[in-house]
């Protein structure tokens, strides 16, 4: 199961394209919050988003993990219905809009941008990145799901 779970995570060879964005000093988060964001660079075709945030610390982002973390109302727990974003191994960040001087808009090539990670919410996940990997492929599992995209019913040949 872990091994299944380091595949949602950036792999550590380099870049071969990428944007980057230099913030100028740290952006700060929301008032009263010491965690900001002095770099992003999104790794387009390794679909990897590399965040280096004000205390020194930089963390890779897979595309699949911050699109099914996604902090969006329609990503929200209601209740005792669990809604998990399936088959969504494949997608990729099409482009990044920063928010004032506390988070980022993420645009995914499935065409969901309506989440704003800030940078606390960013820097928590980047220290929970593997237990929340775990619990979404266990909760995919329980809802007989995927991360692979849906292809269809399959016809039966006759």
Known sequence: MLQTARLLFPRPWGPTQFFTCRLSGAAASQ??????????HL?????????????GLTRKFSAELLRVCS???DNVIKGSNV??????RHV?????ELVGNYAVRINFD????????TWDFLH????????????????????????????????SRQ
């Not at 008032?31 to 992003?40: D, E, M, R």
């Not at 809604?83 to 969504?88: I, L, T």
């Not at 499935?110 to 990670?117: A, F, K, M, S, V």
């Open 43 to 55: 790794h387009k075709k390794e679909k990897v988003l590399e965040v280096t945030f004000s205390d």
């Open 110 to 117: 499935d065409l969901h941008n309506t989440g704003l990670y």
């Open 124 to 155: 928590g996940l980047g220290q929970s990145k593997f237990s929340r990997a775990k619990k979404y492929i266990a909760a995919l599992r329980e809802q007989g799901a995927s991360r692979d995209p849906y292809k269809g019913k399959q016809r």
């Open 92 to 96: 990729g960040i099409m482009s990044l």
């Open 71 to 73: 902090p969006s109302a």
């Open 31 to 40: 008032a009263g919050s010491s965690i900001g964001v002095t770099a992003l």
């Open 83 to 88: 809604k998990v974003p399936a088959g969504r």
